[in-house]
Structure formats: structure tokens, C-alpha cells
């Protein structure tokens, strides 16, 4: 009777009206890449102490789960994570836009948000206490292999080939390395450039490594962007139910899964997202499907890292450990409020934090209309935008985006250069995924790792600190276990089309064997010899080489990481490169749509990109924003612009540059460069 009473205090008027605000706001700045939970909770959090403390914490709650589930709307849309939480989103979410099902996977993914949402806020509702106990039984070396767990998931599911994840992934915890060592505050790796001091930040990465490569393609061919729906199949609602009815499943263990890791402070929607689409493609009766557009995958990864919202409230509001930027500045709004945080937070203050759990399952619930209403025309708009418009719609929001996240051009130097560098990488076999997550988990492995090499040099005793510890041992044995059953997987398949060829001679398997094929190649290397990846590995060993002899004149603190995952990326580039070198010559094949590639107008997008970043400080944000979109029309124009359509396309790009300027300028308040134009 007393959580009916609480139920009520969250249902009246106001606090409905800041949860669907807060949900929607949040969906739309999650959709755009650069404006993350992050920032709206923290711009927010001054209007709520004006407010009832849980009316306000239901507006920031509202936002925070409408953020990491507008994520999904860009990853599936433009191939490109609109939050870390989406990057295993994009794997199947945008072949499947690609292939004209982009409304049914955003419809799946509100579906999936919405349960994992309600999932997590349950079990921070019943059993807060209990799941606290879990984070507090993780210590330095469980974060650690944690986040190599991440970073071995996305390696086995890199397409490709796992010894090309494994070193995206360690070069991704080098670029985490640079600027100051996060234990010990050592300078490193900067080449003493000012523009490195800060290191490379995590969400301008993101935008790079996703955004610049996509932009770079899309002016390539004259070919439309998405596949437009046959029909007016709107948002294919009952389609969509039926699918996630049928992964009842694979909804309910990623819902838990997400739950549980989300508890743990750190590890975040970007690794419960992997575990759960990794789980799901494994347990799947067709794992080849998975990287083509299979909705189970959208549905294990969104259902996940919603999820783990309610689970990264456990530890905040029991425990006062934040697992998320977005946590900590909810429990810093908690506290201004007066709100005493611990155990006893759920018996001395029960009317606040529980009205704040029931307003917070409220606003999940209003996601799903919320959710599917924006889903309805977003694809379609971005399906029916010409490229003429999208080409320079996006190139704008990646330049504004990275630029808002500290208010610093070099923020928007680094991404652009990142972004060409993971077009090139792409090109050579190496996915960005593994990349970002390296950097989106190099803080936590090295936190934890330094910390354990330490106590366990204290010991006298450092590799049982590693692998000695039970929870430990479990991570590495997952990790493994990742690691090798996809070869086996694999190489148990093609023995029994093998053997069932030779029991059937007179039966056709050929697409039972076309459909093995399928399946992405996780052994070490891929076929035939792999001259670009061989050149990327030697441009590794150099660079490995030279963070080594950087390395003596750190603290033993600053050094130990960087040591460490330099000699493990060496090793893997060397062997590589060795066995790339034994292997022979092959013919390989050539991609037929190579051929109607545009090169030039690929190098005239970066050249205007680069040309663009470097006047913004003179000529001003505003100006050379104008100016850049004009010349991102031309050079994505393939058929010509009747003088009607070029006005418009004028006009309309005033109208989006402007208002993007104005909204980040006047109501975001973030200080925009001023140049000699305006």
C-alpha cells in the first residue's frame, strides 16, 4: 500500500508532463551525434532546484532514458552512434535502413528500449540493496578484464578478422593514453602539442570514426542514401511485435544482463550492449545473419543498454557510486537537494526516491509513444532528404556536435583527422568499432589495472592478483570462451555440410554451404594475403615502438600501461605481419561498385571539411558554417539543381545553420567563435 501511495505522488500532472518533456528532449538530443545525456543533465540540473526535489529528479531521470535511447535513431539511420551505448546498434540496425527496413528496426528498437527500461527500473525498484552488493564485490582487477571482456567481444564480432579487432582494439587504449595518465597524472604521448594535452575525447571520436567515413561515401555515388519503403507501411508496429514476441528470449536475457552490468559502476550501456549482442548471435540458430540487418541484434543490444539506466541508479542512490557521467550529476543534484545518500536512503527519505523510480518507469512507458511517433517520419525524412541536403546536414551537425562537448575547435581538429584515418582503416579491414571502445574503456582497464599491479607489488605476489581472484578467472574464462567459440562455430558447421554432402551426394546443399560462407571470418587471418592490412600493421609497430621509448622517462604509475599494451599490440601487428608474409599472393576480388565511386568529389568533401574547420577561427562559427553547407550542395550534387531547387536548398541551409547556431548559442549558452564576418 505504501509503494500505491508513491505510485500515486509520481502520476500527478506535473510530474507526467516532465516525464514526456524529459523523454522527448532527451530522444532528440541522443539522435544527434555530439549532444550527449551528459550534457543536457548538467545544463538542465540549475531550473530543477526550483522544483519539488523528485518532480526535478523525474525531469533528469526522463532525460537520461531518452537519451540513450535516441542513440539508436542515428545508428540506425546514418550508421553512426548518436551515443557509446548504440555502437552495437549499428551493426544491424543500419543494413537493415539499408535494405528499406529502417522504420521496423527503430519500431524494434522503441519496443526494446521500452522493456529494457521497464526491466531496469523494476529491479531498481525491488532489489536495490542486494544488487549493490554485487558492484562492491568487483575490485580493481575485475574492472580491468572487464573491460578486456568488452574489448575481446567486439574483436570476435568485428568483421573481418579477430587479430584485426584485437589490435583496433589495443590501438584504441593507446589513444586513451594520450594527455594525462588517469593514475599518477604523467604527460604522455602528446609530442608537446597543446592540442593533445586534453587527450582525444571520447564522444569526438565517436563522431569521427562513424560520421567522417559515412560522409565520405555517401558523396561517392549518386545512389540513395537509404532504400525507400515500398508502400506506406509506417511504423510496422504489429511486424515488430511479432518479432520481439517471437525473442521473447533474447529480450528477457538481455533486460537481465543489461540490469546486472549496469549495476556496475563504469562499465555502461557500450559493454552491456556487446555482451547481449554477442549472447544473442551465439545462442542464434542463424548467426550468419548477424552484421546483414538481423533484428535480433537491435533488439539484444537496445534492450540492454536501456536497461542498465535502472541498473546504474543502484549503486548511485545505495551505494553514492556513480556508474555514468549522467549518474554523477544526478547524485550531485541529489545531494544539493538535501537528499542524504546510502542504505538508509530508501527508509528515511522513501517518499522522494521512490516517486522518483515510479516517475522514472513512467517516463520509459511514455517512450513508447513518444518513441514511435518520432520513428514514424524520421526515417522517412532521412530517407527522402536528397544527398544535396543530407550531405551537408550532417557534415554541420559533426562539426557543431564535436564543438559543443568543451567549446574547443581542437575537439573538432581531432575528430575530422580521426575521421579520415578511420576511413582509410575501414578501407583496409579494420572496423572503428573496436577503436572506439578501446578508447571508451581505456580509463577504466588502466584505473584498474595500475591499481592491481600496485597492491599486488605490494604483495609480493602481482600475477595472483590478475588470476587468482574468482570473479576474475570467470571474466577471463568468458573472454576465451568469446574469443574461440566463433572459429568453432564456424568450423563445426562447414564439417557437417561436409558430411552431409557426402551422405547426400544427390542433394543440392550449395546454399546450406553459401550460407556457412556467410558467416564472418573470425580465424587470425583473412584470405588471401592482406597487403593493406600488412601496411597498417607495420604503421602499428612503428607507432608501438615509439610509445615504448617514450616510456622510460614516465613514473612507474604512468608507465606500466602504456608498457603493457604496447608490447600486446606489437605482438599481435608482428604476427600479422609474419604470417602475412608466408602466405601467397592471391587475386582477389574487386567490389563491381568501386567502379562508379567518385574519388574527386570524395577529396573535395574533405578539402571543403578541412578548409571549413580552419576559418571557423577566423571568419566566425556562423559564417563558415553558410559557407561550407553551399559548397557541400555543389560537390554532392550529381544531376544538376534547376534554379527553383538551388534557392531552396540556399534558404534551407540559412534556416538550419542559423538555428542550430542560435540553440547552441542562446539556449545551451555554449560560447561560440566570433570571426571577422559575423
Not at 542486494?130 to 578484464?145: D, N, V
Not at 562447414?494 to 556457412?516: H, M, V, W, Y
Not at 578539402?607 to 559557407?627: C, R, S, T
Not at 534557392?647 to 538550419?656: D, M, T
Request: aromatic share 8%.
Amino acid at each position: 500500500m505504501e509503494l500505491l501511495g508513491y505510485l500515486l505522488s509520481a502520476l500527478t500532472p506535473l510530474n507526467i508532463l516532465m516525464a514526456l518533456g524529459g523523454v522527448i528532449l532527451g530522444t532528440v538530443i541522443g539522435a544527434l551525434p555530439g549532444l550527449s545525456a551528459t550534457m543536457a543533465v548538467a545544463v538542465l540540473v540549475p531550473f530543477t532546484f526550483t522544483m519539488d526535489p523528485a518532480t526535478g529528479l523525474i525531469a533528469l531521470g526522463a532525460i537520461y532514458t531518452g537519451a540513450i535511447y535516441g542513440g539508436a535513431f542515428a545508428a540506425i539511420l546514418v550508421n553512426t552512434p548518436g551515443t557509446p551505448s548504440a555502437i552495437a546498434t549499428t551493426f544491424d540496425g543500419f543494413p537493415m535502413a539499408k535494405r528499406g527496413d529502417g522504420s521496423l528496426a527503430v519500431t524494434l528498437a522503441t519496443l526494446s528500449s521500452v522493456f529494457g527500461g521497464l526491466v531496469g527500473g523494476v529491479f531498481l525498484l525491488l532489489l536495490s540493496p542486494p544488487l549493490a552488493k554485487i558492484a562492491l564485490a568487483f575490485g580493481p582487477p575485475e574492472y580491468f578484464w572487464l573491460a578486456m571482456f568488452g574489448l575481446t567481444l567486439i574483436s570476435a564480432l568485428s568483421v573481418g578478422n579477430t587479430l584485426k579487432g584485437l589490435m583496433g582494439g589495443c590501438f584504441g587504449l593507446m589513444l586513451a593514453m594520450v594527455g594525462v595518465a588517469v593514475v599518477g597524472g604523467d604527460l604522455r604521448f602528446t609530442m608537446n602539442s597543446q592540442i593533445l594535452l586534453g587527450g582525444f575525447d571520447i564522444v569526438s571520436a565517436l563522431i569521427g570514426l562513424y560520421c567522417i567515413p559515412v560522409l565520405i561515401d555517401l558523396v561517392a555515388t549518386r545512389d540513395p542514401h537509404l532504400q525507400v519503403e515500398t508502400g506506406n507501411r509506417g511504423i510496422r508496429l504489429a511486424e515488430a511485435f511479432g518479432i520481439a514476441w517471437n525473442s521473447k528470449f533474447n529480450v528477457i536475457r538481455s533486460a537481465i544482463l543489461g540490469t546486472v552490468i549496469g549495476v556496475l559502476p563504469g562499465a555502461g550501456g557500450s559493454v552491456a550492449g556487446l555482451v547481449s549482442y554477442s549472447e544473442a548471435r551465439r545462442s542464434s540458430k542463424h548467426p550468419e545473419r548477424f552484421g546483414k540487418g538481423e533484428p535480433d541484434g537491435v533488439i539484444a543490444t537496445e534492450t540492454a543498454n536501456n536497461a542498465t539506466v535502472g541498473g546504474g541508479f543502484i549503486p548511485t542512490l545505495v551505494l553514492g557510486i556513480p556508474g555514468t557521467p549522467p549518474d554523477a550529476i544526478i547524485l550531485g543534484a541529489l545531494l544539493v537537494q538535501g537528499i542524504k545518500i546510502g542504505p538508509t536512503l530508501f527508509t528515511q527519505q522513501g517518499e522522494i526516491v521512490y516517486t522518483f523510480i515510479f516517475g522514472l518507469l513512467i517516463a520509459t512507458v511514455l517512450m513508447l509513444p513518444a518513441g514511435l511517433l518520432i520513428g514514424r517520419y524520421a526515417y522517412k525524412s532521412i530517407a527522402s532528404i536528397p544527398k544535396t541536403m543530407l550531405v551537408p546536414t550532417i557534415a554541420f551537425l559533426t562539426i557543431i556536435g564535436s564543438f559543443a562537448i568543451h567549446s574547443n575547435i581542437h575537439d573538432v581538429q581531432m575528430m575530422f583527422g580521426l575521421g579520415i584515418a578511420g576511413w582509410i582503416l575501414n578501407r583496409c579491414g579494420f572496423a572503428p568499432s573496436p577503436i572506439v571502445l578501446g578508447l571508451v574503456l581505456g580509463q577504466i582497464a588502466e584505473q584498474g589495472f595500475v591499481q592491481s599491479y600496485l597492491i599486488g607489488n605490494a604483495r609480493g605476489d602481482i600475477l595472483g592478483m590478475f588470476f587468482a581472484r574468482p570473479i576474475s578467472l570467470g571474466i577471463v574464462a568468458l573472454a576465451a570462451f568469446t574469443l574461440l567459440y566463433p572459429v568453432y562455430a564456424h568450423r563445426k558447421k562447414n564439417r557437417d555440410l561436409a558430411k552431409q554432402a557426402a551422405e547426400n551426394p544427390g542433394i543440392d546443399i550449395i546454399s546450406d554451404a553459401q550460407a556457412s560462407a556467410t558467416i564472418p571470418k573470425t580465424g587470425l587471418l583473412s584470405q588471401p594475403r592482406d597487403m593493406a592490412g600488412t601496411i597498417v600493421a607495420l604503421i602499428l609497430i612503428v607507432i608501438c615502438a615509439w610509445a615504448l621509448s617514450q616510456t622510460p622517462a614516465m613514473t612507474p604509475m604512468g608507465s606500466v600501461f602504456p608498457t603493457t599494451i604496447a608490447s600486446v599490440l606489437l605482438v599481435f601487428a608482428a604476427i600479422f605481419v609474419g604470417i602475412n608474409i608466408l602466405r601467397k599472393s592471391g587475386s582477389g576480388t574487386v567490389d563491381p561498385a568501386r567502379d562508379t565511386e567518385s574519388t574527386p568529389r570524395r577529396i573535395g568533401l574533405v578539402v571543403a571539411m578541412g578548409v571549413w574547420i580552419a576559418a571557423i577561427p577566423f571568419i566566425g562559427f556562423l559564417a563558415a558554417g553558410i559557407l561550407a553547407f553551399f559548397a557541400l550542395i555543389a560537390i554532392s550534387n550529381y544531376d544538376g539543381l534547376p534554379a527553383k531547387s538551388i534557392v531552396l536548398h540556399v534558404l534551407s541551409g540559412c534556416v538550419i545553420v542559423s538555428a542550430m547556431y542560435f540553440l547552441m548559442a542562446e539556449i545551451l549558452l555554449i560560447r561560440m567563435p566570433q570571426g571577422t564576418l559575423f
